[in-house]
Nanobody, 128 residues
Framework: QVQLVESGGGLVQAGGSLRLSCAAS????????VGWFRQAPGKERECVTA????????YYTDSVKGRFTISRDNAKNTVYLQMNSLKPEDTAVYYCAARGNPYLSSSYYYRVQAYDYWGQGTQVTVSS
C-alpha cells in the first residue's frame, strides 16, 4: 500500500507559478510510475503528466507542454509538478497518482484506471 499526500496548491494570478508536491509513504516508492491528474468542476479527471520510474517515459498533455514539468526525488519519496505561465483554464483540483509498476506506455499512461493509488487532491485556482 502507498499513501500519497499532495501539497502546494493555492490561488495565483494568471502568468504565475506554483509547485505541487506529492509525498509518498508505504511501500518502496521508487518502484512506482507516477502521474498528475486534474479535475475541474463538471469535467472528467484528465492526466496532466506522467513519468516512469527511470524518467525515460515522460508524457504531457498538449495543453501544458512547455509550461509544466514533472520530476521525482526517489530518495525523498516525493514527486513534484512545477507549473509555470499558469492560465485560468488550469484551475482544478490536482491529484497525484501512483501505478504499482515501474513502467508507462503511451497507450495507457493517461487512463485513470492505470493507477492504483491516489492522493486526496489539492486545489489550484488561477485568477485572470
Amino acid at each position: 500500500q502507498v499513501q500519497l499526500v499532495e501539497s502546494g496548491g493555492g490561488l495565483v494570478q494568471a502568468g504565475g507559478s506554483l509547485r505541487l508536491s506529492c509525498a509518498a509513504s508505504g511501500r518502496t516508492f521508487s518502484n512506482y510510475a507516477v502521474g498528475w491528474f486534474r479535475q475541474a468542476p463538471g469535467k472528467e479527471r484528465e492526466c496532466v503528466t506522467a513519468m516512469s520510474v527511470s524518467g525515460a517515459s515522460t508524457y504531457y498533455t498538449d495543453s501544458v507542454k512547455g509550461r509544466f514539468t514533472i520530476s521525482r526525488d526517489n530518495a525523498k519519496n516525493t514527486v513534484y509538478l512545477q507549473m509555470n505561465s499558469l492560465k485560468p483554464e488550469d484551475t482544478a483540483v490536482y491529484y497525484c497518482a501512483a501505478r504499482g509498476n515501474p513502467y508507462l506506455s503511451s497507450s495507457y499512461y493517461y487512463r485513470v484506471q492505470a493507477y492504483d493509488y491516489w492522493g486526496q487532491g489539492t486545489q489550484v485556482t488561477v485568477s485572470s
